[in-house]
């Protein structure tokens, strides 16, 4: 049996490639939670109803905006090459991911899923909760990496920004959902 | 072992023999031993716990996700790249024949496993088709053939796998994901795991699919309608998951595609360079991600309908309709995503065929192109029926548009002809018949566009002619003649000519006896989707059918040529077409590593040009040790 070790010759992407390329998988997690959300104003009407629950979806949303921080420090850290600092940022994203997992499962006894609002309310935060834990294997998976095999950490920094650059787009995600949900 | 080893060892052919076939065998077993194990132990479960049957729509459902998930790890993704993902042991990729038969990120490996898949589906899916053409021998055969709601059930999974695990990926999938790397000129894709991910995907949807009346079928057809959905059996729940599954193969393959043309071109490989093949594949890339979300919620929306209780689609605050709206969204343009790569090759084919450029070669791209962008927009006219008066006009304009991108393609294609030395080889043949047959369709297709001719046409077998025209008379056309064209690359023989002529014609004539008849029983009242007729249509039918039997038997013979010409054809050379284009630069069979550690190619010129003492388009330079 032949064998090849992987990140050679035949992976010949550049970072710029990689990274870059990260956007069109965005793009296309984006349209369907765009489609998501379009859909509250045709099942869910413009009304919002009053067993929702304003404050945890707030809160949340508030939660995500905070987490910016971690992962803007996080982000400057692998630009100065510093990516074993960058892993304590990874962890708390890391946290924040299973709150907000927690608080998606515990938003939907509000509504029920029944209703209109109900029913567009809790498909796509169940979607978004989806992406949520793509998000946390992502942050764990570097976690992990980062602690065990530095050097590979590093040699493939470009999975890291990516990770990054898909908790960016988790936190516009989600702060459009609270406004279209709780606030629209 | 540097990769430089690994072309020496792969090039000598010297792979260790040891637990060889084991090696080959083993993953696949095990995939199938997960998927089934996982499907099971969760679907009984959740039956348990929700005290219910398990072919009931939730256990089905959560069966189906954890065999999913069962089947991909199995299938040496485990070892291969989630393992690693988390920093554990890194496994080698084997480059041996062993890559054919496991999780993969060999593009050539996956492609190749691509076409097998569409092989054996368009095998399964083509024996349903049969089944559909014995039941309409006679005006009524349900006494002794299928029952109406098996025959529903025959012509849905029919349709839905000629359509998804068909028609979208053989040449996308096949052709495109082997010779991307290739004309674009670097080694692999910009996700190779993800690529090789994708083909995972498939058996489980088409298995599901298929074996959806083993729970009680699905009554829709391929479309899925709700409310007939919710009330249509279990069925419908393997059938949701199943294009789900299938949508995002197709997803994570166009993600590559684009991901690798806009950032891996080689040196010099302006947007104006880009082979014609490749803008047919990109094309068709860009439509998956952007018009498949739609569809994708609209499906899952559907499946929500049915096992969380949710009324998108049923119930006093339902809205049928806008799953119409939302599964068209995509699957009108998904017949673009078929026809374009297959446009594309037509061009990639004919030129070197005629040894002329591409005729109007930027026109050309903006056909393309402009389909892709006009595409998404229509597809409000499959159900004229439905819909308001107000948006008729709109929807009905706006799909003739897309004649006049279409007609760009076709004139680029007619006048790369003129004037040429045609040669007529067996792929050539085929891209003409292609043409004729989709200029039928096409043609058609303007009827279905018109709203009054589209009132009278809906629903009849008219409409069923006119997309097996576009469809099978196009893309599988085109789909044989890419099999033959770039055969020599892949396997480094020829496929046997004379066979493959004999089966063109074979098929070009028992397709068009198939099909062209069905315009006139559309015409004379037959509806599409029904078992039971009325006497008067019955020797139409009839000749129908058996010219149906003709045009499925002879597919055994592409089959049997294959087979036969992979191990027994005569050796090719390394271009024995003469293209100008760059895979034929590379010796043939493809090796593991296409393009040797040491040197890359720069792009100097356009690589369509014919012209005596042209010089080439390609040049190699000497790279830095390593790359």
Same mark, same amino acid.
Request: with cysteine; charged share 10%; glycine share 10%.
């Given at each position: 049996?032949?064998?090849?070790?992987?990140?050679?010759?035949?992976?010949?992407?550049?970072?710029?490639?990689?990274?870059?390329?990260?956007?069109?998988?965005?793009?296309?997690?984006?349209?369907?939670?765009?489609?998501?959300?379009?859909?509250?104003?045709?099942?869910?009407?413009?009304?919002?109803?009053?067993?929702?629950?304003?404050?945890?979806?707030?809160?949340?949303?508030?939660?995500?905006?905070?987490?910016?921080?971690?992962?803007?420090?996080?982000?400057?850290?692998?630009?100065?090459?510093?990516?074993?600092?960058?892993?304590?940022?990874?962890?708390?994203?890391?946290?924040?991911?299973?709150?907000?997992?927690?608080?998606?499962?515990?938003?939907?006894?509000?509504?029920?899923?029944?209703?209109?609002?109900?029913?567009?309310?809790?498909?796509?935060?169940?979607?978004?909760?989806?992406?949520?834990?793509?998000?946390?294997?992502?942050?764990?998976?570097?976690?992990?990496?980062?602690?065990?095999?530095?050097?590979?950490?590093?040699?493939?920094?470009?999975?890291?920004?990516?990770?990054?650059?898909?908790?960016?787009?988790?936190?516009?995600?989600?702060?459009?959902?609270?406004?279209?949900?709780?606030?629209? | 072992?540097?990769?430089?080893?690994?072309?020496?060892?792969?090039?000598?052919?010297?792979?260790?023999?040891?637990?060889?076939?084991?090696?080959?065998?083993?993953?696949?077993? &095990?995939?199938?031993?997960?998927?089934?194990?996982?499907?099971?132990?969760?679907?009984?479960?959740?039956?348990?716990?929700?005290?219910?049957?398990?072919?009931?729509?939730?256990?089905?459902?959560?069966?189906? $996700?954890?065999?999913?998930?069962?089947?991909?790890?199995?299938?040496?993704?485990?070892?291969?790249?989630?393992? &690693?993902?988390?920093?554990?042991?890194?496994?080698?990729?084997?480059?041996?024949?062993?890559?054919?038969?496991?999780?993969?990120?060999?593009?050539?490996?996956? @492609?190749? &496993?691509?076409?097998?898949?569409?092989?054996?589906?368009?095998?399964? =899916?083509?024996?349903?088709?049969?089944?559909? &053409?014995?039941?309409?021998?006679?005006?009524?055969?349900?006494?002794?053939?299928?029952?109406?709601?098996?025959?529903?059930?025959?012509?849905?999974?029919?349709?839905?796998?000629?359509?998804?695990?068909?028609?979208?990926? $053989?040449?996308?999938?096949?052709?495109?994901?082997?010779?991307?790397?290739?004309?674009?000129?670097?080694?692999?894709? $910009?996700?190779?795991?993800?690529?090789?991910?994708?083909?995972?995907? *498939?058996?489980?949807?088409?298995?599901?699919?298929?074996?959806?009346?083993?729970?009680?079928?699905?009554?829709?057809?391929?479309?899925?309608?709700?409310?007939?959905?919710?009330?249509?059996?279990?069925?419908?729940?393997?059938? =949701?998951?199943?294009?789900?599954?299938?949508?995002?193969?197709?997803?994570?393959?166009?993600?590559?595609?684009?991901?690798?043309?806009?950032?891996?071109?080689?040196?010099?490989?302006?947007?104006?360079?880009?082979?014609?093949?490749?803008?047919?594949?990109?094309?068709?890339?860009?439509?998956?991600?952007?018009? =498949?979300?739609?569809?994708?919620?609209?499906?899952?929306?559907?499946?929500?309908?049915?096992?969380?209780?949710?009324?998108?689609?049923?119930?006093?605050?339902?809205?049928?309709?806008?799953?119409?709206?939302?599964?068209?969204?995509?699957?009108?343009?998904?017949?673009?995503?078929?026809?374009?790569?297959?446009?594309?090759?037509?061009?990639?084919?004919?030129?070197?065929?005629?040894?002329?450029?591409?005729?109007?070669?930027?026109?050309?791209?903006?056909?393309?192109?402009?389909?892709?962008?006009?595409?998404?927009?229509?597809?409000?006219?499959?159900?004229?029926?439905?819909?308001?008066?107000?948006?008729?006009?709109?929807?009905?304009?706006?799909?003739?548009?897309?004649?006049?991108?279409?007609?760009?393609?076709?004139?680029?294609?007619?006048?790369?002809?003129?004037?040429?030395?045609?040669?007529?080889?067996?792929?050539? *043949?085929?891209?003409?018949?292609?043409?004729?047959?989709?200029?039928?369709?096409?043609?058609?297709?303007?009827?279905?566009?018109?709203?009054?001719?589209?009132?009278?046409?809906?629903?009849?077998?008219?409409?069923? @002619?006119?997309?097996?025209?576009?469809?099978?008379?196009?893309?599988?056309?085109?789909?044989?003649?890419?099999?033959?064209?770039?055969?020599?690359? $892949?396997?480094?023989?020829?496929?046997?000519?004379?066979?493959?002529?004999?089966?063109?014609?074979?098929?070009?004539?028992?397709?068009?006896?198939?099909?062209?008849?069905?315009?006139?029983?559309?015409?004379?009242?037959?509806?599409?989707?029904?078992?039971?007729?009325?006497?008067?249509?019955?020797?139409?039918?009839?000749?129908?059918?058996?010219?149906?039997?003709?045009?499925?038997?002879?597919?055994?013979?592409?089959?049997?040529?294959?087979?036969?010409?992979?191990?027994?054809?005569?050796?090719?050379?390394?271009?024995?077409?003469?293209?100008?284009?760059?895979?034929?630069?590379?010796?043939?069979?493809?090796?593991?590593?296409?393009?040797?550690?040491?040197?890359?190619?720069?792009?100097?010129?356009?690589?369509?040009?014919?012209?005596?003492?042209?010089?080439?388009?390609?040049?190699?330079?000497?790279?830095?040790?390593?790359?």
């Amino acid at each position: 049996m032949a064998m090849e070790k992987s990140g050679s010759l035949m992976d010949p992407a550049s970072e710029r490639a990689k990274r870059g390329a990260f956007f069109f998988l965005m793009l296309f997690a984006g349209i369907i939670a765009a489609a998501w959300d379009l859909a509250r104003f045709v099942w869910g009407g413009t009304g919002i109803p009053k067993e929702a629950d304003f404050g945890l979806g707030i809160g949340m949303g508030v939660l995500m905006l905070l987490s910016i921080a971690p992962m803007w420090a996080a982000r400057r850290k692998l630009d100065r090459g510093d990516e074993t600092g960058a892993l304590g940022n990874f962890s708390a994203l890391l946290i924040v991911s299973l709150i907000m997992l927690a608080g998606i499962v515990y938003g939907w006894r509000a509504v029920p899923i029944g209703t209109g609002y109900g029913g567009i309310f809790d498909v796509t935060s169940g979607w978004l909760g989806l992406y949520f834990v793509g998000g946390a294997l992502a942050l764990l998976a570097s976690v992990m990496k980062g602690k065990r095999v530095p050097q590979r950490f590093k040699d493939e920094r470009w999975v890291a920004y990516n990770v990054l650059s898909f908790w960016g787009f988790l936190v516009t995600s989600w702060v459009i959902f609270v406004l279209i949900f709780y606030v629209a | 072992m540097a990769t430089s080893d690994v072309q020496r060892h792969a090039q000598n052919g010297n792979g260790e023999s040891d637990s060889f076939a084991l090696s080959m065998i083993w993953p696949m077993v &095990r995939a199938g031993l997960w998927g089934f194990t996982a499907y099971f132990a969760v679907a009984w479960i959740t039956a348990m716990l929700a005290h219910t049957v398990i072919v009931n729509p939730l256990p089905a459902t959560l069966g189906y $996700v954890a065999g999913l998930i069962g089947w991909i790890m199995g299938s040496g993704i485990w070892e291969g790249w989630i393992r &690693r993902a988390f920093g554990g042991e890194e496994a080698p990729a084997l480059t041996g024949v062993e890559r054919y038969f496991r999780f993969s990120s060999d593009p050539k490996a996956t @492609a190749t &496993r691509y076409v097998v898949f569409n092989i054996v589906a368009f095998l399964f =899916a083509g024996l349903a088709a049969m089944m559909i &053409r014995i039941q309409l021998l006679t005006p009524d055969s349900t006494k002794w053939w299928l029952s109406e709601i098996h025959y529903n059930q025959t012509f849905g999974i029919h349709g839905l796998m000629m359509l998804l695990a068909v028609a979208a990926s $053989v040449i996308v999938g096949g052709a495109g994901y082997y010779l991307l790397p290739l004309m674009l000129g670097v080694r692999n894709v $910009v996700y190779p795991k993800l690529l090789g991910l994708s083909w995972w995907l *498939l058996p489980p949807a088409a298995v599901a699919v298929f074996m959806s009346p083993l729970i009680g079928g699905f009554q829709t057809g391929w479309w899925g309608y709700p409310p007939l959905a919710q009330n249509s059996g279990s069925g419908i729940v393997f059938y =949701a998951l199943g294009a789900a599954t299938l949508l995002t193969s197709s997803v994570l393959g166009a993600i590559n595609v684009v991901g690798t043309i806009v950032y891996m071109r080689a040196k010099g490989m302006s947007l104006g360079r880009i082979p014609m093949f490749v803008w047919g594949l990109f094309a068709a890339a860009t439509i998956m991600v952007v018009s =498949a979300p739609a569809t994708f919620t609209g499906t899952l929306m559907d499946l929500s309908d049915m096992i969380l209780g949710s009324h998108f689609y049923t119930g006093p605050g339902g809205h049928p309709l806008a799953y119409d709206d939302q599964f068209w969204w995509l699957f009108h343009p998904e017949v673009y995503v078929f026809v374009l790569p297959a446009f594309a090759a037509w061009l990639e084919i004919l030129p070197t065929a005629a040894q002329r450029p591409v005729f109007a070669r930027n026109w050309a791209i903006a056909g393309i192109l402009g389909i892709t962008m006009i595409g998404p927009m229509v597809g409000v006219h499959h159900f004229f029926t439905a819909v308001s008066p107000a948006r008729m006009p709109i929807f009905m304009t706006l799909t003739e548009t897309i004649s006049i991108p279409s007609g760009f393609v076709f004139l680029s294609a007619l006048g790369t002809l003129w004037g040429g030395r045609l040669k007529l080889s067996s792929p050539a *043949l085929l891209c003409l018949m292609a043409m004729m047959n989709f200029l039928i369709g096409g043609l058609t297709g303007i009827f279905n566009a018109d709203v009054p001719a589209d009132l009278q046409l809906h629903n009849t077998y008219w409409v069923v @002619a006119h997309f097996h025209y576009t469809i099978l008379g196009s893309v599988i056309f085109t789909w044989l003649a890419v099999l033959y064209w770039w055969f020599p690359k $892949v396997t480094g023989r020829m496929v046997n000519e004379a066979w493959a002529k004999f089966h063109a014609w074979w098929f070009f004539v028992f397709f068009n006896m198939t099909f062209l008849p069905m315009f006139y029983l559309g015409i004379d009242g037959m509806n599409r989707r029904i078992a039971v007729y009325l006497p008067y249509l019955h020797s139409v039918n009839f000749f129908v059918s058996i010219s149906a039997f003709f045009l499925g038997a002879g597919f055994i013979i592409p089959g049997v040529n294959l087979l036969w010409s992979a191990f027994r054809g005569s050796k090719a050379t390394q271009n024995p077409w003469g293209s100008k284009s760059l895979e034929w630069h590379s010796v043939s069979p493809t090796p593991y590593t296409v393009f040797p550690e040491g040197r890359e190619v720069v792009v100097v010129g356009p690589n369509d040009n014919y012209a005596a003492g042209a010089s080439e388009p390609f040049v190699w330079v000497p790279t830095t040790p390593g790359k």
